[in-house]
């Protein structure tokens, strides 16, 4: 093992923050003051991230995103472990016609189903719930087929030894096939609350009432919108940002390798 | 302890079925508009409601700003698959005509008849409320364009006094020497015109983009391609308007004025009292440019009814429109945001009288009216308006050509009306 | 016996939502395709393929297939060069490359809305980072996003740095899958660096690459986010893509008809695309065995 160049590493630390430097600077720019940013000025100040709390409901959108992009990711990868589960262990009628169904919508576009999914929540007058928001984002054909291709490598033989002890199917899956998988589950259930969190299009047009708003939604809203006078508030719509980036921020350190095996695994399998 | 449980669970069950009983007693109206809370427009809208409801504690408003006339119509057209309208919305003028001919929005011609509020309002400000014979919206908010300048700048521009702003070439010529003089300070001469604006810069030259008396389409007539000709040219042939107020009319556009940035702005009489706000003594008004006539649109918007809502609410609702159009109402609309008065009588009100007096160029638009033509509202209007901003930017940039986008503008604008008459 | 049907109850919800919420919309947008409606109208009649007919016979249509390919056209290259070249400094599992590998992947996993709102601020004309580097250098200020080339290509810049960390960890995980060998090899023949690149990396991350350009040829065509926050489909329809068409034509311009005859056609070029992306996952995976 050679030692690390420190040299080297300063050199990347650089980069590193060069690339970066949008985000970070609008993070520091978001506790500036408009008056002496505007006046070319340097004042620091809390008090945007008050007002995107208080007055423009970011403490709310943050809610909203934080009740739908957990339901989502729980209810989706247990949906998704559960299906996975049954592709990968049981033989049975039509099984390869019905995974192969799954995993052609992966190839499908989501825009596709725009209108129509409108429609659909609209008959069942689910538009503007957090049902709207969550319906239509339950069922993930990748994590599937990931966690299928992923327990069809557990040995069999550990599933046949549970049976023997009595076991059911489900205690299977509970007791053997989720704890062997959980590195997989991990990676998946990140992705789904990424994809969520970061969801967009489908927020926008199913929901329609402020204290419903995600905080993308909320965000683009607040940009569009322009409050204050004159020119744009920008350390105000900064503040904005910082929260709606803020967990994937706090959490990525911990979660980078989980994230980084699911995208390298799905390529390559 | 499982049994008290149960009790608690039944009594706090009864409370608040009995609460939410109550809560209904009052019958609550949801209304969609387009002034925003933060701004004056949109705290004076709250001060009208806040008078509304203390004098009718039966009935609650819940106000909620949609965003623009343009964000109104989509958000209204959407929500009706899903059966998530308001009760009532505020419509501009010439775009409820959709609304009214799909059903969408309740004929209100009965409740106008039997209220004294008809006689009481300018013919103008009625007029803008029928669409084929019928009574859809009552008026709230009614306006004419008329041109913001910013003395500071006239000033620093080397005008010692207020230049001529009669014809597109004044317009043009003060325009550069603006800019010439200021530009290094970041300072534009114009603010390239908004929708609004435009409409009423091609009624300047002696058009209009759709007849208001036959209906016939006249976006590729020749005045009207004129008057585009000449709008694009600000921008992309000489310069003397950003073109951020093309890709954004309001932040680029308006809110660029508001912060001093522009000599001169053209847009509706409702951004008086903010831009008097913004820019105080500085901020001067003039009526429209004659370029080969007089002739200025009025627009605004009016609140209709939905006519999904329940017959109480419905009620309630225009108690609410009339409400907001009385003289007292229209006074304090008036004096706090700077559209025109509606009723004849709010004239007649102290704070009326204190605007007149105390804020010179509030009564640019009503002088106008002499000279102001209310506008046709067939369904294809919506469709036009809402399509006539993304060509716009194409020939303000400089990206096509302002005939051939006009001539097939119309063609595709007369297909799709007699698509809308089908 | 139960456990014939237990398969069964455990694939159910997940089909019930694939079914609900993907496979019957696509029927229904095929058959709303056929038909003219605003949302508004008690009836939907049918009208053939009269919208598919204007569709693609409008300019507006193929300004944004235009759009869409140009954008396709400048970024995946960009992306899969940039990507690639980033890739073979940062294979190793060394404490600096390993931050810089985070450091580049952090922005995809990012909420896209912020993004676009941070660089709609960097390209502001007036208060715009961008520009005020520029004027250290004495450049005036430049209208980035309302200048229609120019959108574009901000438009592609922010795409690009968004995207270009997933780019870098699939290039990693390709090139570390080349055995040291090959690299050994070229080196005993007196290869240089660059020689070494062109002769062994290149050629053997090849299936990689094929799969990166499909990828992000499909993502090209389904860019929204910062289309819609950014710039709106302008400045003069000149980043209309074809999903920000399909927003407009369906959301704001309530033409339902029109707006699924254009999402089925975007769904048909998918697919298409995604055919061609399992037959080159298949050739990687032959190439692996």
């Not at chain 1, 004042?43 to 007002?51: A, I, L, M, Q, S």
């Not at chain 2, 049994?3 to 209904?24: E, P």
Request: with cysteine.
């Amino acid at each position: 093992m050679k030692l690390e160049n420190p040299v080297q590493s300063l050199f990347a630390l650089l980069f590193g923050l060069l690339f970066l430097s949008p985000a970070l600077y609008s993070i520091w720019l978001s506790f500036q003051t408009a008056d002496a940013y505007y006046a070319g000025g340097l004042e620091f100040t809390v008090d945007n991230y008050g007002r995107a709390v208080g007055q423009y409901h970011f403490a709310r959108y943050l809610l909203n995103s934080v009740i739908v992009s957990g339901i989502v990711t729980v209810g989706g990868i247990s949906i998704a472990t559960l299906a996975a589960y049954a592709f990968a262990r049981f033989r049975f009628r039509g099984g390869d016609l019905l995974f192969g169904a799954v995993v052609a919508t992966l190839m499908i576009p989501s825009h596709i189903s725009l209108i129509p999914n409108y429609l659909t929540l609209a008959k069942v007058g689910l538009l503007d719930s957090y049902a709207g928001l969550i319906l239509p984002a339950m069922a993930s054909a990748f994590a599937t087929f990931f966690l299928r291709q992923y327990i069809r490598g557990i040995p069999r033989s550990l599933d046949e030894a549970a049976y023997m002890d009595g076991a059911t199917s489900l205690q299977v899956l509970w007791r053997v096939i989720v704890p062997l998988s959980r590195p997989a589950i991990l990676s998946m259930a990140l992705f789904i609350f990424i994809g969520e969190w970061n969801s967009y299009i489908w927020p926008l047009v199913a929901i329609g009432k402020d204290d419903l708003y995600t905080l993308q939604v909320g965000l683009a809203r607040l940009y569009r919108i322009n409050p204050g006078e004159g020119v744009i508030d920008w350390p105000l719509v900064m503040a904005a940002s910082t929260i709606s980036i803020l967990p994937v921020l706090l959490g990525f350190a911990l979660v980078e390798r989980h994230l980084v095996r699911g995208i390298t695994m799905g390529a390559v399998k | 302890m499982t049994r008290n449980f149960i009790k608690l669970a039944g009594a706090s069950l009864i409370a608040l079925v009995g609460s939410a009983h109550i809560s209904m007693a009052a019958t609550t109206v949801t209304f969609w508009h387009s002034f925003n809370p933060e701004k004056p427009n949109g705290q004076a809208l709250e001060k009208i409601i806040d008078n509304f409801e203390a004098a009718n504690p039966g009935v609650e408003i819940k106000p909620e700003f949609i965003g623009n006339y343009n964000d109104i119509v989509a958000k209204l057209q959407a929500a009706i698959p899903a059966h998530r309208e308001p009760d009532a919305v505020i419509m501009e003028v010439t775009r409820y005509g959709l609304f009214a001919d799909r059903g969408v929005l309740t004929d209100l011609t009965d409740y106008v008849n039997n209220d004294p509020l008809k006689e009481d309002l300018f013919g103008f400000a009625r007029e803008v409320g029928v669409f084929e014979g019928k009574n859809y919206i009552v008026p709230f908010n009614s306006s004419t364009p008329v041109l913001y300048y910013n003395k500071g700048i006239f000033e620093r521009a080397g005008f010692t006094e207020e230049p001529a702003l009669k014809t597109y070439d004044d317009l043009l010529k003060v325009s550069k020497q603006i800019t010439e003089k200021l530009g290094d300070d970041g300072i534009t001469g114009i603010v390239a015109p908004g929708q609004f604006a435009r409409w009423g810069l091609v009624m300047d030259n002696d058009s209009d983009l759709i007849d208001s008396k036959t209906g016939e389409i006249l976006l590729d007539s020749d005045n009207t391609i004129e008057a585009y000709q000449w709008m694009a040219s600000l921008v992309h042939e000489h310069h003397v308007a950003s073109p951020d107020g093309v890709t954004d009319e309001k932040k680029g556009g308006r809110d660029a004025f508001l912060s001093g940035k522009v000599g001169i702005m053209m847009n509706s009489t409702g951004n008086y009292v903010r831009s008097k706000k913004a820019l105080g003594d500085d901020l001067g008004v003039l009526p429209m440019p004659c370029n080969k006539v007089c002739s200025v649109p009025i627009g605004g918007a009016g609140i209709g009814i939905l006519s999904t809502a329940e017959q109480d609410v419905k009620d309630a609702a225009y108690k609410f429109i009339s409400f907001a159009a009385s003289a007292e109402s229209n006074a304090i609309w008036f004096s706090g945001t700077g559209y025109m008065p509606i009723n004849k009588h709010t004239a007649e009100q102290d704070l009326a009288k204190d605007a007149l007096a105390g804020k010179p160029g509030i009564d640019v638009a009503i002088n106008q009216l002499d000279f102001a033509r209310g506008r046709p509202r067939p369904p294809v209007v919506t469709w036009m308006r809402a399509s006539e901003y993304g060509l716009w930017e194409a020939m303000a940039l400089g990206q096509r050509d302002v005939k051939d986008v006009l001539s097939e503008f119309a063609t595709k604008t007369r297909e799709e009306a007699a698509r809308l008459a089908k | 016996m139960a456990r014939k049907f237990l398969p069964y109850f455990y694939i159910l919800p997940l089909l019930a939502f694939i079914a609900v919420f993907t496979y019957i919309p696509i029927a229904t947008s095929i058959n709303l395709s056929f038909r003219e409606w605003d949302f508004m109208s008690a009836t939907k009649p049918f009208v053939g393929l009269e919208n598919y007919q204007l569709l693609l016979t409008s300019t507006e249509f193929w300004n944004s297939v235009k759009i869409t390919a140009i954008f396709a056209i400048i970024s995946v290259p960009l992306r899969l060069a940039l990507a690639l070249m980033a890739a073979s400094f940062l294979t190793s599992e060394k404490f600096a490359p390993r931050m810089l590998r985070g450091a580049f992947f952090l922005p995809s996993v990012t909420s896209t809305v912020s993004i676009a709102v941070v660089f709609s601020w960097v390209f502001s004309t007036d208060y715009g980072v961008a520009n005020a580097l520029l004027k250290h250098i004495g450049v005036g200020k430049i209208p980035w996003m309302q200048d229609p080339q120019l959108a574009l290509l901000v438009l592609i810049l922010v795409n690009t740095w968004k995207q270009i960390g997933y780019d870098i960890v699939i290039y990693i995980a390709g090139l570390q899958a080349i055995p040291q060998e090959l690299y050994d090899a070229a080196a005993v023949d007196g290869g240089r660096r660059f020689h070494v690149f062109r002769r062994v990396t290149m050629p053997l991350v090849m299936p990689t690459t094929y799969f990166l350009l499909v990828i992000s040829v499909i993502e090209a065509f389904q860019v929204f986010t910062i289309v819609n926050v950014m710039t709106h489909g302008g400045p003069a329809s000149a980043t209309d893509m074809l999903v920000n068409m399909l927003y407009r034509v369906g959301f704001t311009l309530f033409d339902i008809g029109t707006g699924s005859a254009l999402a089925v056609l975007l769904f048909i070029l998918l697919i298409a695309l995604s055919l061609i992306k399992s037959r080159v996952i298949g050739r990687k995976v032959h190439y692996e065995a």
